[in-house]
């Protein structure tokens, strides 16, 4: 079975790399192509540089789309000519079994594709692109785009995944329901030991962009004037201002650069307690990646993390910045009780989120769409 596996718009393998995620965003193609013999076809965003890639994706191909058109200063030429490039690369990718998207931010490609060369359609999303429009108060051109390729991609595609329950809701009381939206959950890859005696006793972990979405001064503000330190892995443009908050409220503050997968999870494994501040989400693989290597995770209230999070079961959900604090501090001091939620987080993961499960439920998917 051959799968074409189109870039969210804009990127590249070589952002995947300069991004630090490369490692992981390719185990669960490197997985299906060892276990089912799928062979896959990427359709990057990149130009001959992706090229270079090859020597670490044996038996892939890979299709730059910049290496046939030439790319623009401006950003509507740019879509413009993904649309262009679709039409003319119909007949190097006309031998596929199936089209899969990465995002739904590029699925304008794979709704062509699949009229070109006649073949099923999987569009999946990590989070509600129309949703994070709206709560991240785009411009209304902006939001009406998205709100038109959500309903088009809900109604040409033959599977729209969705990463939580949360969504699938939202979208069939904005969209309407077809039947075509499925659950799939975002995983992790192996679960490890939480090696009690090596984690810090007074500092506390969080990852993701430094931007208002992670709300990451909530946390600041929560245990200033407290002996415990934050640990934030992450970039973005409130960097310094994060910075400068942090010794106001007499906190101390270190920004870590973002690092590679499997670094990351070594850096999970140093900490008792993980903190989400987002005030919005999709289905958070920080989240998951903390619980599966033993970080007790305290997150804010919001729908789609409390799909993973049941308060007092698994791990701890706050509304407050008092409550934050008080979280952290009776669970830094209480062994015992947290490590009892830590062991229920492990049972969570290991039942709905290992990458074995998404592997086979995965190539389900894709035996039941492939006409072949």
């Not at 699925?107 to 709560?135: C, D, H, M, Q, V």
């Given at each position: 079975m051959n799968v074409i596996l189109i870039f969210t718009y804009g990127i590249s393998l070589k952002n995947w790399e300069e991004n630090k995620i490369f490692d992981r965003e390719i185990l669960l193609y490197k997985h299906l192509q060892q276990k089912h013999?799928?062979?896959?076809?990427?359709?990057?965003?990149?130009?001959h540089e992706d090229l270079e890639f090859a020597d670490k994706l044996d038996n892939f191909k890979i299709i730059p789309i910049y290496k046939y058109i030439k790319k623009s200063d401006f950003k509507i030429y740019n879509f413009l000519k993904t649309i262009y490039i679709?039409?003319?690369?119909?007949?190097?990718?006309?031998?596929?079994?199936?089209?899969?998207?990465?995002?739904?931010?590029?699925?304008?490609?794979?709704?062509?594709?699949?009229?070109?060369?006649?073949?099923?359609?999987?569009?999946?999303?990590?989070?509600?692109?129309?949703?994070?429009?709206?709560?991240?108060?785009?411009?209304?051109?902006?939001?009406?785009?998205?709100?038109?390729?959500?309903k088009i991609s809900i109604l040409y595609s033959d599977s729209y995944l969705v990463t939580s329950k949360a969504d699938k809701v939202n979208l069939k009381e904005v969209f309407g329901e077809k039947g075509n939206v499925l659950h799939f959950p975002n995983w992790v890859d192996s679960i490890v030991d939480s090696r009690e005696s090596n984690r810090y006793e007074n500092k506390v972990l969080s990852v993701g962009r430094l931007e208002?979405?992670?709300?990451?001064?909530?946390?600041?503000?929560?245990?200033?004037?407290?002996?415990?330190?934050?640990?934030?892995?992450?970039?973005?443009?409130?960097?310094?201002?994060?910075?400068?908050?942090?010794?106001?409220?007499?906190?101390?503050?270190?920004?870590?650069?973002?690092?590679?997968?499997?670094?990351?999870?070594?850096?999970?494994?140093?900490?008792?307690?993980?903190?989400?501040?987002?005030?919005?989400?999709?289905?958070?693989?920080?989240?998951?990646?903390?619980?599966?290597?033993?970080?007790?995770v305290i997150a804010k209230k919001n729908m789609n993390v409390e799909e993973i999070i049941k308060h007092n079961q698994n791990g701890i959900i706050y509304n407050s910045n008092e409550e934050l604090k008080e979280q952290v501090k009776f669970y830094l001091e209480n062994e015992n009780e947290r490590k009892n939620l830590v062991k229920n987080s492990i049972k969570t993961i290991k039942t709905y989120n290992l990458l074995d499960i998404h592997i086979d439920k995965e190539y389900a998917l894709y035996k039941n769409l492939n006409i072949d």
């Open positions: 013999n799928i062979k896959f076809t990427f359709l990057t965003f990149g130009d679709t039409f003319k690369l119909k007949a190097l990718l006309s031998n596929n079994s199936l089209i899969k998207t990465n995002q739904q931010n590029g699925a304008w490609i794979g709704l062509i594709l699949k009229f070109l060369i006649k073949k099923p359609l999987i569009i999946r999303t990590g989070y509600n692109l129309y949703e994070f429009s709206k709560n991240e108060k785009r411009s209304i051109y902006v939001r009406f785009f998205y709100y038109i390729l959500t208002t979405q992670k709300n990451f001064s909530e946390i600041i503000e929560s245990l200033k004037n407290e002996n415990i330190e934050i640990d934030i892995v992450g970039e973005g443009s409130q960097k310094d201002s994060l910075l400068k908050f942090s010794k106001l409220n007499n906190v101390e503050l270190n920004i870590l650069q973002k690092m590679s997968f499997y670094d990351l999870k070594n850096i999970y494994q140093k900490y008792k307690i993980f903190i989400s501040s987002s005030i919005f989400e999709g289905n958070p693989k920080v989240v998951l990646e903390a619980m599966a290597n033993g970080c007790l």
